[in-house]
């Protein structure tokens, strides 16, 4: 009886489980440099869960996803009483624009920054390239899960 109330309860505020997103096209082609890890984990998202098929050729397509920028950054933020590094911050820019075939622009060119400080120790050193690995990843998780939700938002393509 419990169980059956903590269902209702949650079906009446409007809770929902994420699902895929809904896509106002059929068909898209990708324009990004080689090898990119983000670009695989894009194309991984688009075909999971949609109907959206990703084409290799741009005349084929109903919208354009031009990739402008994909890149990594370290910075260096701290320095110890020695000149040694104390800290750095991880950054991860991506830079997009949506357009369809014909070269109408549905979404201008944009930015997905994402960032995270970590701490360094010399005595560390590959634990903390691990750890830095690990944020870059969780980082492209958080770009691509963004871009997934502004192509969504697209809701016309005419």
């Known amino acids: 009886m419990l169980l059956g109330c ?8 409007g809770f929902q489980l994420r699902q895929a997103p809904q896509f106002a096209f059929q068909t898209i082609y990708i324009a990004s440099g080689p090898n990119s890890s983000t670009v695989r984990d894009i ?6 869960g949609s109907n959206v098929k990703v084409v290799n050729d741009p005349s084929a ?9 994909d890149r990594r950054e370290q910075v260096v933020v701290g320095l110890n009483a020695t000149g040694e590094v104390r800290e750095f911050q991880l950054r991860s820019r ?9 070269g109408k622009e549905l979404i201008p060119l944009t930015e997905l920054l994402q960032q995270r400080d970590i701490s360094y120790t010399e ?10 690995q690990l944020l870059y990843r ?21």
Not at 94 to 102: D, V
């Open 138 to 158: 969780d980082m492209q998780a958080d770009i691509v899960l963004q871009l997934m939700q502004r192509l969504a938002a697209v809701k016309t393509i005419a």
């Open 61 to 69: 397509a109903q919208v354009v996803l031009d990739v402008v920028l």
């Open 43 to 48: 194309r991984r998202g688009i075909a999971t």
């Open 123 to 132: 005595s560390a050193a590959l634990a903390k390239e691990d750890e830095q």
């Open 6 to 13: 903590a269902v209702s309860v949650l079906a009446g505020c």
């Open 94 to 102: 991506f830079q997009f624009r949506l357009r369809t075939a014909q």
